[in-house]
């Protein structure tokens, strides 16, 4: 069975994951150190994942504001992070683990919380 070039580029393309990393976005994030480049695409990882599979649109993603991130090795877990949609802020659980150079991602999973009250936001520098 002979496949034709095209059709094998095709095939490549639709395997690469939905939120592959732009060139620009890949040099900005060599830019940061190991541990907060890891941070960063989990973070993305989150955003793009909480798009695809609820009913929100975040923008933001921090993954520090009720408590700090536990690093090991190439996994991060954030059991304090929180996401911001349509104006408004809502907690947020994440598991991520990277590859070595902590760009691409090997495992995810994550845990939608409340809604966070905007009286709330100032204590936690939280913003529209």
């Known amino acids: 069975m002979k496949i034709s070039l095209p059709l094998a580029a095709i095939?490549?393309?639709?395997?690469?994951?939905?939120?592959?990393?732009?060139?620009r976005t890949i040099k900005q994030l060599n830019a940061l150190a190991p541990d907060e480049r890891r941070e960063q695409r989990c973070d993305m990882e989150a955003m793009d994942r909480i798009r695809k599979?609820?009913?929100?649109?975040?923008?933001?993603?921090?993954?520090?504001?009720?408590e700090s991130p536990v690093e090991q090795g190439n996994a991060i877990r954030a059991p304090g992070a929180v996401f911001r949609s349509g104006g408004d802020w809502y907690r947020l659980k994440y598991?991520?683990?990277?590859?070595?150079?902590?760009?691409?991602?090997?495992?995810?999973?994550?845990?939608?919380?409340?809604?966070?009250?905007?009286?709330?936001?100032?204590?936690?520098?939280l913003y529209e």
């Open 11 to 23: 095939a490549l393309l639709c395997a690469l994951p939905a939120h592959a990393l732009d060139d």
């Open 53 to 66: 599979d609820a009913d929100f649109k975040p923008d933001k993603v921090i993954a520090y504001t009720f």
């Open 95 to 125: 598991k991520c683990e990277t590859g070595e150079q902590g760009l691409e991602i090997t495992s995810f999973d994550y845990k939608i919380g409340s809604k966070i009250p905007r009286e709330e936001w100032e204590k936690l520098y």
